[in-house]
C-alpha cells in the first residue's frame, strides 16, 4: 500500500473512539432535547449521537450546560424519539482536510457529496481555529490577477485582501464568484455554499465553475433543508480547509455565499439557547461570529501562505445598512455591489462602480494606473449626477465640458465593466487608458497617452464584454 493511502487509513483508525460517555434523553421540547447524566463530561459545542433503530443516528450539539442537564439541538427534527433513549457523546467539534479533497465536493462534517469515497487527513482541526497573531500578520501582498478587467484595474484585488460582494437575489453574484474561481491567481480555491439551493449544487460545480475549476478546487457545500448547525458549520469548515493549504505555504482563495444566511443559521441557534434579538431580529452574538470568521481569513504570519477572500452578502433591496452587510462592511477591506437595476439592462457582472471600493488603492496601483482609475471614475460619477437630465434631453452639449467627456466616454467604459480579460491586468490599463484618449479625456495631472500607444493593433480593435448570466 502506497505510504499516503496508509497514513490516511491510520488517521481513520486513530479517530476512531471505542468508548463514549452515554446520556439519556429525560425531556424533549419542541426541537430541543434535555438529557441526564453527561452534566459533568460535555463541553458546549461537544457533537452527540442519538442511535436510532432502522435510520441514522440522529446527530446533533451542545447547546447549554446546567448541572441537573445537557441540551442537545439536534440537525434533524427529533420525530420518533422516546424518553430514556442513549445519547452518545463524541469529541469536540473538528475536521482533519486533506490534500487528496481538491477536486471534490463535501459535507460540513468533511464527507463526500460526490458519491466517491473520501479519506481524512492526519491532522485534526478546530472548527473555530483563532487567527494568526494580529502583530506577526505580513501586509497586504501583490496585486492579483483575476481574468477580469474592472478588478484588474478599477477594482484591484490583492493577496490576502478580504472583500465583500454585496447583492440581492438572482442579480449574478453566484456567475461571479464562478468566473473568479476559474481564472483568478491561486494554488488553491475553496467555495463554502451556505444554504444554496440542492438542485443548483451540481449545476455550480460542473456548468459555473467547469471541470477547469474544479480541478483546484475543494467545495463545501450545506444546502438550504439541512439544520441551522450545519448550515453554520459549513462557514467553518471551509475556513479550516483554506487555512490547512495557508498552513503549506499555498495561496487560498476562499469564496463563501453567502455570509447572511451564516448569520441566519446562527440567529436561529442562538435564540434556540435563549438569546435575545437585537439588531432587527440577530442577536447581539451575530457581529462577533461574523468578525471573527472574516479575521481568520487575510495574510498569513511566518512562513505561512496567505487566504484571499470574497464574502458574499444577500441585501434585500440594496439596503447596505442591514445589520450583517453593515457588519461585515466594517472589517473587510473593500466591497463590490452589484445593482439589479444594471442586471435588467443587460449588462453583467451588474457592478455598480461607484458605490464600490477596493481598500487596497491607492498602493495596488502606479502613480500613472492610480491617475486613470481616478479620471474613469470622475467621468462615470459625472455622468450618473446628471444621467436623468440627459435622457430626458434637458442637457444642451456644450454646457458642461467634463459632463460632455462623460456622455462621450459612458458607452464604452459601461462596456469595461464587463470585459474579461485573457493576457494581464497591464493590457487592462492600457484599454482603460485607449477608451479616456478615444473619448477625449485625458487625465489631467498625467496623461493616458503612453500607455494607449503602447496599444498592438489587435488590444486596440476592443475587447469582448463578458457573458456571465445570473445564478442566484
Avoid at 462534517?109 to 481524512?120: E, F, H, K, T, Y
Avoid at 465553475?209 to 474544479?214: D, K, S, T, V, Y
Avoid at 494581464?424 to 482603460?432: G, H, P, Q, T, V
Wanted: charged share 25%; proline share 7%.
Amino acid at each position: 500500500m502506497p505510504k499516503p493511502a496508509l497514513a490516511a487509513l491510520q488517521a481513520e483508525i486513530a479517530a476512531l473512539c471505542p468508548q463514549h460517555a452515554v446520556g439519556r434523553v429525560a425531556a424533549i421540547d419542541g426541537n430541543l432535547l434535555r438529557l441526564t447524566g453527561l452534566s459533568d463530561k460535555a463541553r458546549l459545542g461537544d457533537l452527540l449521537r442519538l442511535p436510532r433503530k432502522g435510520a441514522p443516528p440522529l446527530w446533533g450539539e451542545v447547546l447549554t450546560l446546567t448541572a441537573e442537564y445537557v441540551t442537545m439541538l439536534p440537525e434533524e427534527p427529533p420525530t420518533g424519539i422516546s424518553l430514556a433513549q442513549r445519547v452518545l457523546l463524541e469529541r469536540a467539534g473538528e475536521i482533519a482536510p486533506d490534500d487528496g479533497w481538491i477536486g471534490r465536493i463535501i459535507d460540513p462534517s468533511g464527507q463526500a457529496l460526490d458519491g466517491r469515497p473520501i479519506m481524512r487527513g492526519l491532522v485534526p482541526r478546530s472548527y473555530l481555529a483563532p487567527p494568526p497573531a494580529p502583530a506577526g500578520r505580513r501586509a497586504l501582498g501583490k496585486r492579483i490577477e483575476t481574468g477580469m478587467a474592472v478588478f484588474n484595474t478599477l477594482l484591484p484585488i490583492v493577496r490576502g485582501q478580504r472583500v465583500g460582494l454585496f447583492a440581492g437575489s438572482g442579480v449574478g453574484k453566484s456567475s461571479l464568484l464562478g468566473h473568479l474561481g476559474r481564472h483568478m491567481q491561486a494554488d488553491v480555491v475553496v467555495f463554502a455554499l451556505i444554504g444554496e439551493r440542492g438542485r443548483e449544487l451540481r449545476e455550480f460545480t460542473e456548468t459555473v465553475l467547469g471541470p477547469e475549476g474544479m480541478r483546484r478546487s475543494v467545495v463545501v457545500a450545506a444546502t438550504s433543508d439541512r439544520s441551522p448547525l450545519v448550515r453554520r458549520r459549513c462557514a467553518w469548515t471551509a475556513m479550516t480547509v483554506a487555512e490547512h493549504f495557508r498552513d503549506q505555504g499555498a495561496h487560498v482563495l476562499l469564496l463563501a455565499d453567502s455570509v447572511t444566511r451564516f448569520a441566519e443559521a446562527h440567529r436561529e441557534i442562538a435564540i434556540a439557547a435563549g438569546e435575545l434579538p437585537a439588531l432587527r431580529g440577530y442577536p447581539a452574538s451575530t457581529a462577533h461570529q461574523i468578525m471573527s470568521l472574516a479575521e481568520r481569513a487575510g495574510p498569513g504570519a511566518g512562513g505561512t501562505g496567505d487566504i484571499t477572500a470574497l464574502f458574499s452578502v444577500l441585501v434585500a433591496g440594496s439596503d447596505m445598512d442591514e445589520p450583517v452587510a453593515d457588519i461585515l462592511r466594517g472589517v473587510l477591506d473593500g466591497h463590490v455591489v452589484l445593482d439589479r437595476s444594471i442586471a435588467e439592462r443587460g449588462r453583467y457582472p451588474a457592478i455598480d462602480l461607484l458605490r464600490s471600493v477596493s481598500r487596497s488603492l491607492p498602493r495596488a496601483a502606479t502613480e500613472e494606473e492610480n491617475t486613470l482609475i481616478r479620471r474613469a471614475r470622475s467621468l462615470l460619477g459625472a455622468y450618473a449626477r446628471s444621467e436623468t437630465m440627459i435622457r430626458a434631453g434637458l442637457y444642451a452639449e456644450g454646457s458642461d465640458p467634463e459632463l460632455d467627456m462623460a456622455m462621450r466616454v459612458q458607452a464604452e467604459l459601461d462596456a469595461f465593466l464587463a470585459e474579461t480579460e485573457t493576457v494581464s491586468a497591464k493590457n487592462s490599463f492600457d484599454r482603460l487608458a485607449l477608451i479616456l484618449r478615444r473619448a477625449g479625456a485625458p487625465a489631467r495631472s498625467g496623461d493616458a497617452r503612453p500607455m494607449a500607444e503602447s496599444l498592438g493593433p489587435k488590444a486596440a480593435a476592443g475587447r469582448g464584454v463578458a457573458a456571465i448570466a445570473p445564478a442566484g
